[in-house]
């Protein structure tokens, strides 16, 4: 059993034009240099590659010179059929065998400390099966800075939204994952409502409001789109408390690439990227 599973739920598609305005394919690569280079190698990597264009073992294979020598463990699980984030996610902790779970997105990347500092402080502090700690942000104009996320210690056992965590910067042991379970596998609302009647105390963290700021019986999605993230920390903290590290191991980049400002392409909303133009390919 290896000691730690990384999971990651992987769509791509080289050939597709949006891959120049979401350039998912070299985020793919940046991703798996990041696991690649962990200073810690006891570890599998589980990847759920939801029909990627190219398959995701053939990107592998590309680069076998990445991980092959090293003899690390790479193991992936193609769907039969696009499914889509939230499922992947579940074929991939389903594949897991490790004593611990993460989870690594394919357009992040960790910290080549990553899960050195993890094993080290589950050394330091072994009564514990969950720890959580920052992203570090890089946005679309190269700019850095550090998301912080919630300390249990301080927060306690009060309801909270989406927003005090996210993907990537929690890792749990597996008697953790066998008292949670997968992720409930429905449509995004469906989603949404199942959490709001499980924790009806959540409810309010996600109704929308009108103008004056009254509620209007609407409510959003747990997340960007789904939440899972928030979902699975807010069910796991229910029962379990966990250790906050104050580092940032996880890397989140901008959707959209990164261009320096001066850059002729700089867009002032990166969400409004121009259409695609072949002759900028």
């Known amino acids: 059993m290896p000691k730690f599973s990384i999971v990651t739920p992987v769509t791509l598609d080289k050939e597709s034009p949006d891959n120049n305005r979401m350039p998912r394919y070299e985020m793919f690569l940046r991703c798996a240099s990041s696991v690649f280079g962990q200073v810690y190698d006891d570890f599998e990597w589980i990847?759920?590659?939801?029909?990627?264009?190219?398959?995701?073992?053939?990107?592998?294979?590309?680069?076998?010179?990445?991980?092959?020598?090293?003899?690390?463990?790479?193991?992936?699980?193609?769907?039969?059929?696009?499914?889509?984030?939230?499922?992947?996610?579940?074929?991939?902790?389903?594949?897991?065998?490790?004593?611990?779970?993460?989870?690594l997105d394919a357009d992040d990347e960790y910290a080549s400390i990553y899960l050195s500092a993890i094993n080290d402080a589950i050394r330091v502090y072994p009564e514990f099966k969950i720890f959580n700690f920052n992203h570090l942000i890089f946005s679309y104009n190269y700019g850095v800075h550090i998301r912080k996320f919630m300390n249990m210690d301080e927060w306690g056992d009060r309801p909270f939204g989406s927003g005090m965590i996210g993907a990537g910067s929690f890792v749990f042991h597996r008697d953790v994952y066998n008292q949670i379970g997968l992720l409930p596998e429905k449509s995004l609302w469906d989603f949404a409502e199942g959490a709001f009647e499980e924790f009806p105390e959540i409810r309010q963290f996600f109704e929308k409001k009108d103008a004056d700021g009254k509620p209007t019986g609407q409510f959003n999605s747990l997340g960007n789109p789904w939440g899972e993230d928030y979902y699975y920390w807010y069910k796991m903290t229910r029962k379990n408390k966990a250790k906050y590290l104050d580092t940032a191991l996880y890397y989140v980049h901008s959707r959209w690439g990164h261009r320096w400002q001066d850059d002729p392409n700089y867009v002032v909303d990166p969400g409004k990227q121009p259409e695609f133009n072949p002759q900028n390919r």
């Open 47 to 103: 990847i759920a590659d939801d029909i990627s264009n190219p398959p995701i073992e053939e990107i592998l294979e590309k680069h076998d010179s990445w991980w092959k020598p090293k003899g690390l463990q790479v193991k992936v699980v193609r769907l039969p059929e696009k499914s889509g984030r939230l499922i992947a996610r579940n074929r991939g902790m389903e594949a897991a065998s490790g004593e611990w779970i993460t989870w």
